[in-house]
C-alpha cells in the first residue's frame, strides 16, 4: 500500500516537474522582460535576471504567474483525481464480483426466485452497477476515449447494454399462460415476489393440438410444438410454435416451455419494447469495437490469432454435424449452437494457455529478460481470448433470448461467464492499473485467475446447477 502511494506522488511530481521545466523554457525565450515574481525563483538563470527589479516590471507578470500557478495545481489535482478513481474502480469492481459470486450460492441455496428478488433485481445491486457505468464515463472523458475509436466504442457499447438491462428491467414483462385444446385464451399471469397479476393481451391464442417430435427409432424428444391459431380482431392465421421458433406480435413474444399430461401446452410471454433494442445495439457495437481492436493490434497476436481462429472455425464445423447426427435436448437444436460453444471453448483454451505461460514463467523469476518475453506472448493471447468470451456470451444472450424470452436470467453460468470476464479485463487495462505493467504480478494474476473458468467450467455443473447444467 505505502510503495502504490509512494508510486502515485511519483508520477505526480514527475509531471508537475515536466510542467515546470515547460514553462521554464517559455520563460528563458522572454528573457528580455524582467520578472518580478516569487515564482521565477523556480526557474534560476543568473544570465537573464535583471538587477533592477523595481525600474522595470512587466503589466502581465501577475497573469503568467497566475496561469503558471494554475496550471500546476491543475496537474497535481488531476493526478490525485484520477488515482482516487482507479482505487475506487478497483474496489467497486472487486465487490461486484464478490456480489455476483455469492448470489450464486444463494441462489443454490435458496432458489433463483428467492436470489432474482433479493440480489440481482435489489436496488442496491442496480445501484453498484450504476456507479460502475458512471465511472466508466467519467474515466473515459478524462482518458479522452473519443480519440481512440475503437476503444471508446467498447467502453460505449458496455453502457448501451448496461442501460438496455435497466430499461428490461423497469418496463420488461415476464409472465406464462396455460393453452387447453380448442379454448381460446387472452390472459397470461406474471409471479412478482409472492403476488400473481393477470394480464390481458390485445388478441387471443386457441391452441389446435400439441406433440413431442421424436428422434427416428429412440423415445427422446426431437422438440415439444404447439399448433395454435392466433386471432386479432377481423384477422386469423395459424401458428406453429416450437423451441428456438418463437411468435412474435404486438411487442408480444411467446416461446414454448413446457406441457402437461393432458396435453396442455404452456407457454412464455414477454413484453419488452424497449430493452431488448437498445440491448442488441450494444451487442452490436460491442462485436464491431472488438474485431476493429483485433485488427489495429494484429502485430501483436497475428500468429495467436489466426492459429486460434483456424481452431474456432473447426470447432464450429465439428460441433454443427454433431448437432445434426446426434439426439440433443429441444432447446440445443439451434444455429446459435455451434457459435456459442466454439467461442467459449476456444476462449477457455487460451485463457489456459495464459495460465501455462504464467507456470512456466515462475519457474526462472529472476530471468527478467525471459519474463518479459512470457508476459508479451500471454497478452497476445489475452486480447482475442477476452473477445471471444464477449462474443460468446452476448451470442448465447441472444440465443437465451429466443429460446426462454430472456436474454439473461442471472442463471449460475452466465453469473460465472460474466465473472470470469470482468477478472481477464483488468489486465487489458495496464494504463490505469500499472501493477499489470510488472511481469511477475501479471504472471501470478494470470495463474490464479484460471480459477474462475474452473468454476465456470466444472464448478456450475457439478455444485452450483442451473439451466446450463445439461445432463
Not at 505505502?2 to 523554457?25: A, C, E, I, M, P
Not at 440480489?119 to 456507479?131: D, E, H, K, M, N
Request: glycine letters at 6%; aromatic letters at 12%.
Amino acid at each position: 500500500m505505502r510503495t502504490t502511494f509512494l508510486n502515485g506522488v511519483y508520477t505526480t511530481f514527475s509531471d508537475t516537474f515536466l510542467r515546470l521545466q515547460k514553462y521554464r523554457k517559455l520563460l528563458f525565450n522572454n528573457r528580455n522582460k524582467t520578472f518580478s515574481s516569487p515564482l521565477f525563483v523556480l526557474f534560476p538563470n543568473k544570465s537573464t535576471i535583471n538587477e533592477d527589479v523595481s525600474a522595470q516590471k512587466s503589466p502581465n507578470i501577475g497573469r503568467l504567474d497566475k496561469w503558471i500557478f494554475s496550471d500546476i495545481c491543475s496537474v497535481i489535482c488531476n493526478n490525485l483525481a484520477m488515482k482516487h478513481i482507479r482505487h475506487i474502480t478497483s474496489v467497486l469492481v472487486i465487490i461486484l464480483i464478490a456480489v455476483l459470486a455469492a448470489g450464486t450460492i444463494v441462489e443454490k441455496l435458496h432458489g433463483s426466485e428467492f436470489a432474482l428478488v433479493h440480489v440481482y433485481s435489489a436496488w442496491w445491486f442496480v445501484g453498484l452497477w450504476t456507479v460502475l457505468a458512471g465511472l466508466i464515463v467519467y474515466m473515459a472523458v478524462k482518458c479522452r476515449l473519443w480519440k481512440q475509436l475503437s476503444v471508446g466504442a467498447l467502453h460505449l457499447s458496455i453502457l448501451l447494454i448496461l442501460l438496455g438491462a435497466l430499461l428490461t428491467m423497469l418496463t420488461g414483462q415476464h409472465g406464462r399462460m396455460k393453452l387447453e385444446p380448442n379454448r381460446p385464451n387472452s390472459h397470461f399471469f406474471i409471479q412478482d415476489n409472492c403476488e400473481i397479476t393477470k394480464e390481458t393481451l390485445p388478441f387471443s391464442l386457441t391452441l389446435d393440438r400439441f406433440e413431442i417430435e421424436k428422434y427416428p427409432d429412440s423415445n427422446k424428444p426431437k422438440d415439444y410444438v404447439s399448433y395454435l391459431q392466433l386471432k386479432d380482431g377481423d384477422t386469423q392465421e395459424d401458428i406453429v410454435i416450437s423451441m428456438n421458433n418463437i411468435l412474435r406480435h404486438k411487442h408480444y413474444r411467446f416461446y414454448q416451455s413446457d406441457y402437461d399430461e393432458q396435453g396442455n401446452s404452456i407457454l412464455d410471454v414477454a413484453r419488452d419494447p424497449w430493452g431488448i433494442g437498445v440491448t442488441y445495439a450494444g451487442y452490436a457495437l460491442l462485436f464491431a469495437a472488438l474485431v476493429a481492436i483485433l485488427i489495429e493490434r494484429r502485430k501483436t497476436f497475428r500468429a495467436v490469432t489466426w492459429s486460434w481462429l483456424t481452431v474456432l472455425v473447426v470447432l464450429m464445423v465439428v460441433l454443427y454435424i454433431r448437432m445434426l447426427t446426434h439426439p440433443l435436448l429441444p432447446v440445443l437444436r439451434s444455429p446459435f449452437f455451434s457459435f456459442h460453444i466454439s467461442t467459449i471453448v476456444t476462449a477457455y483454451a487460451l485463457l489456459l494457455g495464459i495460465l501455462v505461460v504464467g507456470i512456466i514463467a515462475l519457474i526462472k523469476p529472476k530471468d527478467k529478460v525471459r519474463m518479459e518475453r512470457l508476459k508479451s506472448l500471454s497478452t497476445a493471447m489475452l486480447y482475442p481470448a477476452v473477445a471471444l468470451l464477449a462474443i460468446g456470451i452476448f451470442i448465447g444472450a441472444i440465443w437465451a433470448n429466443v429460446s426462454w424470452g430472456n436474454y439473461w436470467s442471472w442463471d449460475p453460468k452466465e453469473v460465472w461467464a460474466l465473472i470470469t470476464l470482468l477478472i481477464y479485463a483488468a489486465p487489458l487495462h495496464e494504463k490505469l492499473w500499472k501493477s499489470f505493467q510488472k511481469p511477475m504480478f501479471f504472471h501470478i494474476y494470470g495463474i490464479l485467475a484460471f480459477l474462475s473458468v474452473v468454476i465456470t467450467y466444472f464448478g456450475v455443473n457439478l455444485i452450483l446447477g442451473g439451466v446450463h447444467a445439461y445432463n
